[in-house]
């Protein structure tokens, strides 16, 4: 007889209490204060700052200090809109010590995009870095790259005493209506990470880890960040200008062990000239943010001879499904639930778990002390993620007799384009703001390549419009993550009887 698809072996170790974020973090700067933290790169071989456990801990109590000097306190949101720089981390735990929420947003957002983010989170304070802007936001207080900077000058302030269940950040993701929506985390996400670092990374304290994102990006934060310090390890962040071509350059000269990307980043990197030497101090790749098109992993394997460990995650609870060095993943799925998770596949309707082997939707029980705490300010939508004990991911999976996933795609028409959740909804509203474009719809769809590019379909409402024109249209309206690669101009749209737009018909088509 079948067994359900469920997976558990029992609950992750209880995250102690009282549970503070930041103070766990930066805990190392007392088992190991002389030791290097943070290394911020600015070319390979080329080290633009240090920082040592005990003075990363320092700067960050004397931040939580500027801040509070400014009239931060317990459950004030900090807006931080600064690329990845050592600014970020310094106020990102200096507002969680204080029992603020920070709240990461990315750089590549436009105004009107980040303008929404501001309406929709009401923060107490803006952090801004260098050459980024904002919308005019009545009320709201907002400080430059140089103020940011002097906020450590401060006194240190006490980190604050809070329980496991206390909210610690949010962070950003795209509603299916198009609007952001905040996705908040407790301060025992910080804990719950733990369960990645033998279910995924292999992670311990002599890893350099360097990783390939954007800090405001939830893979970024916790796997290039949050959790290399928290196991008194070495983060490296890269902050010279863009190149596909880097990574194998900056590994080598920097000796990282463990190298974190999204599967584009592996796909632009196949011709680097250094990828088969650069990374030698290497033990494995991290994947995550979309499937790792197997062609890609089996070049970049060939040339380097290392493994690449994929994941499967979402905002709402970081990645919970993994393959790893010590247990890597079967060929063709993504890996086997992380010790401590207690997963489930469901069908359409109800709670019970289906057999295995048999397709459902892709679950995440109530207990598991990564998942959020619910939607920013949207009960309802938060309520409606879950049925009974499960939080129902919208991922459609299939679990295996041996408890591995294959993941089967998305249940709902959120895009994935390389890596990044975006709703069909927002791109289309982009669309039609050009006048001579009617009808829109998005979608996402796979490239010989083996990428995941957005495409957008168009009625005309009157002349031809040169594709050049649409693509600049919607590069002044939506940041680059979210822009179409393809344009075509159709007849009509097809449409369901009911009048939905069928995306699967124009993928195919």
Same mark, same amino acid.
């Given at each position: 007889?079948?067994?359900?698809?469920?997976?558990?072996?029992?609950?992750?170790?209880?995250?102690?209490? /009282?549970?503070?974020?930041?103070?766990?973090?930066?805990?190392?700067?007392?088992?190991?204060?002389?030791?290097?933290?943070?290394?911020?790169?600015?070319?390979?071989?080329?080290?633009?700052?240090?920082?040592?456990?005990?003075?990363?801990?320092?700067?960050?109590?004397?931040?939580?200090?500027?801040?509070?000097?400014?009239?931060?306190?317990?459950?004030?949101?900090?807006? %931080?809109?600064?690329?990845?720089?050592?600014?970020?981390?310094?106020?990102?735990?200096?507002?969680?010590?204080?029992?603020?929420? /920070?709240?990461?947003?990315?750089?590549?957002?436009?105004?009107?995009? %980040?303008?929404?983010?501001?309406? +929709?989170?009401?923060?107490?304070?803006?952090?801004?870095?260098?050459?980024?802007?904002?919308?005019?936001?009545?009320?709201?207080?907002? %400080?430059?790259?140089?103020?940011?900077?002097?906020?450590?000058?401060?006194?240190?302030?006490?980190?604050?005493?809070?329980?496991?269940?206390?909210?610690?950040?949010?962070?950003?993701?795209?509603?299916?209506?198009?609007?952001?929506?905040?996705?908040?985390?407790?301060?025992?996400?910080?804990?719950?990470?733990?369960?990645?670092?033998?279910?995924?990374?292999?992670?311990?304290?002599?890893?350099?880890?360097?990783?390939?994102?954007?800090?405001?990006?939830?893979?970024?934060?916790?796997?290039?960040?949050?959790?290399?310090?928290?196991?008194?390890?070495?983060?490296?962040?890269?902050?010279?200008?863009?190149?596909?071509?880097?990574?194998?350059?900056?590994?080598?000269?920097?000796?990282?062990?463990?190298?974190?990307?999204?599967? &584009?980043?592996?796909?632009?990197?196949?011709?680097?000239?250094?990828?088969?030497?650069?990374?030698?101090?290497?033990?494995?790749?991290?994947?995550?943010?979309?499937?790792?098109?197997?062609?890609?992993?089996?070049?970049? +394997?060939?040339?380097?001879?290392?493994?690449?460990?994929?994941?499967?995650?979402?905002?709402? %609870?970081?990645?919970?499904?993994?393959?790893?060095? +010590?247990?890597?993943?079967? $060929?063709?799925?993504?890996?086997?639930?992380?010790?401590?998770?207690?997963?489930?596949?469901?069908?359409?309707?109800?709670?019970?778990?289906?057999?295995?082997?048999?397709?459902?939707?892709?679950?995440?029980?109530?207990?598991?002390?990564?998942?959020?705490?619910?939607?920013?300010?949207?009960?309802?939508?938060?309520?409606?993620?879950?049925?009974?004990?499960?939080?129902?991911?919208?991922?459609?999976?299939?679990?295996?007799?041996?408890?591995?996933?294959?993941?089967?795609?998305?249940?709902?028409?959120?895009?994935?384009?390389?890596?990044?959740?975006?709703?069909?909804?927002?791109?289309?509203?982009?669309?039609?703001?050009?006048? &001579?474009?009617?009808?829109?719809?998005?979608?996402?769809? /796979?490239?010989?390549?083996?990428?995941?590019?957005?495409?957008?379909?168009?009625?005309?409402?009157?002349? $031809?419009?040169?594709?050049?024109?649409?693509?600049?249209?919607?590069?002044?309206?939506?940041?680059?993550?979210?822009?179409?690669?393809?344009?075509?101009?159709?007849?009509?749209?097809?449409?369901?009887?009911?009048?939905?737009?069928?995306?699967?018909?124009?993928?195919?088509?």
């Amino acid at each position: 007889m079948p067994s359900p698809a469920l997976h558990d072996t029992g609950p992750f170790t209880p995250c102690p209490a /009282p549970f503070n974020l930041a103070a766990y973090v930066l805990a190392a700067s007392a088992r190991t204060p002389g030791k290097v933290a943070l290394e911020v790169l600015s070319a390979p071989g080329t080290v633009a700052e240090r920082w040592l456990y005990a003075d990363l801990a320092e700067a960050v109590t004397r931040t939580a200090g500027g801040l509070a000097a400014r009239g931060i306190g317990r459950g004030d949101r900090v807006l %931080i809109r600064i690329g990845n720089s050592s600014l970020f981390p310094l106020v990102l735990f200096a507002a969680n010590a204080l029992g603020a929420v /920070p709240v990461p947003t990315s750089a590549a957002l436009t105004v009107p995009e %980040i303008g929404k983010v501001i309406v +929709s989170v009401g923060p107490r304070l803006v952090c801004l870095g260098p050459g980024l802007d904002l919308p005019a936001a009545p009320g709201v207080v907002v %400080i430059g790259p140089d103020e940011v900077a002097d906020l450590r000058r401060h006194e240190p302030a006490a980190i604050a005493t809070t329980a496991p269940d206390d909210p610690a950040y949010m962070v950003m993701t795209s509603g299916s209506g198009g609007a952001p929506k905040g996705v908040l985390h407790a301060q025992r996400a910080a804990w719950a990470r733990r369960m990645m670092w033998e279910g995924w990374y292999g992670l311990g304290p002599d890893d350099r880890m360097l990783h390939a994102g954007a800090f405001n990006w939830t893979y970024t934060l916790g796997a290039g960040l949050i959790d290399p310090l928290a196991a008194g390890a070495t983060a490296l962040i890269y902050t010279g200008p863009a190149d596909r071509h880097v990574w194998p350059a900056l590994a080598a000269a920097h000796g990282a062990t463990i190298f974190a990307a999204a599967p &584009g980043v592996y796909r632009q990197m196949q011709d680097a000239p250094e990828l088969a030497t650069g990374f030698a101090t290497l033990r494995h790749g991290l994947s995550a943010g979309e499937a790792l098109p197997e062609a890609v992993r089996a070049t970049w +394997s060939a040339a380097t001879d290392r493994a690449i460990h994929e994941a499967l995650g979402m905002s709402e %609870i970081s990645t919970y499904v993994s393959g790893s060095p +010590s247990r890597p993943a079967p $060929p063709g799925t993504a890996g086997f639930p992380q010790p401590g998770r207690r997963v489930a596949i469901l069908p359409e309707e109800g709670a019970e778990p289906v057999e295995r082997g048999a397709d459902g939707l892709l679950a995440v029980s109530r207990r598991d002390p990564g998942l959020m705490l619910g939607y920013w300010q949207q009960p309802e939508e938060t309520a409606v993620a879950f049925r009974g004990e499960w939080f129902v991911t919208g991922d459609r999976a299939r679990m295996g007799e041996d408890g591995s996933i294959t993941y089967l795609g998305r249940a709902d028409d959120l895009m994935n384009a390389d890596g990044f959740r975006v709703s069909p909804a927002e791109v289309e509203a982009a669309l039609l703001a050009h006048p &001579g474009v009617a009808e829109a719809a998005a979608v996402d769809m /796979p490239v010989a390549s083996g990428a995941t590019v957005i495409a957008a379909f168009y009625v005309l409402r009157g002349d $031809p419009i040169d594709e050049a024109e649409l693509a600049a249209h919607c590069a002044a309206r939506l940041a680059r993550y979210k822009r179409p690669r393809i344009f075509r101009a159709v007849e009509a749209l097809p449409r369901t009887a009911t009048g939905k737009i069928a995306r699967r018909q124009l993928r195919e088509a």
